[in-house]
């Protein structure tokens, strides 16, 4: 089955402390991103990759890295999260970047306190 | 920084109603899409439109691209509890520069 996978799905963490989450597709896509959702504000994109060893800064990249070494991944970084980094955080895979069809993954959860 | 506005933020209407949803932009659109997102889950992509003036349908909704490619629409006929969800346009500028809208949560009352 096609799809997006992404852990945890639910997460609470304190301040400073750092964590990854995980993403993996098995699509054999090029281009993935992570996106934060907040009420009101929509989907946000945070990074991007067009391939492996590709990436780079989508809307709001502050406090957040990404790495792609292998084509299937993407994780994204927290080295020090903040309360204000709380959000739904989703991954997302295409074939190409632009018109495609993206498919997101179940979305994370995430509580910084 | 190009905006994508999407109204209204919230509809809550009774089975069998009619709605529309808009998408605009100041910008123009190389492409629009429109997606459905269901509690606790990841969007889900239902059509993608790509000509100004194209008019899509998907058994009840109707997508509509404004001729300048400026807009859109989602219209839904006979609305069913099925139908309640987050619904989100996205506009691709040049593909290479994609805006998400704040999403339409729509409730569709028995």
């Known amino acids: 089955e096609a799809q997006v996978t992404q852990n945890p799905r639910y997460l609470i963490t304190v301040t400073g402390k750092k964590l990854t989450v995980t993403c993996s597709q098995n699509m054999n896509h090029e281009y993935m991103s992570w996106y934060r959702q907040d009420p009101g504000l929509g989907l946000r994109q945070i990074y991007y990759s067009m391939n492996v060893e590709v990436t780079d800064k989508g809307d709001v990249p502050e406090g957040y890295k990404v790495s792609r070494k292998e084509k299937r991944n993407f994780p994204l970084i927290l080295e020090s999260p903040s309360p204000n980094q709380t959000s739904l955080y989703f991954c997302a895979s295409s074939l190409v970047r632009g018109w495609g069809t993206q498919y997101f993954g179940p979305g994370t959860r995430l509580l910084v306190l | 920084t190009q905006l994508l506005e999407q109204s209204p933020q919230f509809l809550s209407i009774q089975e069998g109603e009619n709605l529309t949803v808009y998408c605009n932009s100041s910008?123009?659109?190389?492409?629009l899409q429109w997606y459905r997102q269901e509690p606790g889950e990841g969007p889900v992509l239902l059509v993608t439109v790509v000509t100004g003036g194209e008019v899509k349908k998907l058994k009840r909704l109707t997508f509509q691209f404004g001729d300048a490619r400026k807009d859109s629409s989602l219209h839904i006929t006979a609305a069913q509890p099925g139908d309640t969800g987050l619904y989100l346009c996205?506009?691709?500028?040049?593909?290479?520069?994609?805006?998400f809208g704040a999403g339409t949560r729509l409730t569709v009352k028995p």
């Open positions: 996205a506009g691709w500028y040049n593909n290479n520069d994609m805006r």
């Open positions: 910008s123009v659109f190389s492409s």
